[in-house]
């Protein structure tokens, strides 16, 4: 596609209940990103693919969040037993390349909202 | 770990008003600094900079990075309300090819 698709864009969820968030990223691109952006905070990372390989899940805040790309293509971000605090817009950035001193910026999708009631 | 901070935290200005928004960071094997736009949707690249001193422009807007003073900064000239905005930077270091954003700045341009 022409850019970065995420959904839903908003969601609402009870506590303990689980979601799954989608994104489809640029035709082509490699590496695929994750990040959770707080109200009035700036994107924090969560993890990062390399086609359908996980390279690096340090920012997952815990063992209840869980990411996946089977296919290298589509990637699904699933957090189990929400809480209020995982309230926060999730945003997905892919990039043309992967590894190294690619010199290619992370493009990012329009995020979903995920309240947690 | 890596840190980007940005100043000012928020700006009012006017129409036609030149402004200069400034990124500090500390990074460990620095590969590149990146200045992103956000409205009330996704982060839209603007720059890329990953030598100093050499300026990147795009029409009003320009940045300009130095490595020796770990900063750059982002400047808009004759500003309109439509570049009302969070504007964020984020530097990709050796810790991966992940982005580390600073808390970004606020900008709003009043008619």
Redesign the interface.
Known sequence: GA??SQSPRYKVAKRGQDVALRCDPISGHV?L?W?QQAL??????LT?F?NEAQ??K??LPSDRFFAERPEGSVSTLKIQRTQQEDSAVY?CAS?LV??G???Q???????TRLSIL | EDKVVQSPLSLVVHEGDTVTLNCSYEVTNFRSLLWYKQEKKAPTFLFMLTSSGIEKKSGRLSSILDKKELFSILNITATQTGDSAVYLCAVEGSAGNMLTFGGGTRLMVKP
């Open positions: 850019g970065v590496s990103f990040y009035g905070q700036g994107p924090e990372f990062y390399q390279l690096d340090s920012g945003l990039s992967g590894g001193f690619s010199n910026p992370q493009h990012f999708g329009d995020g």
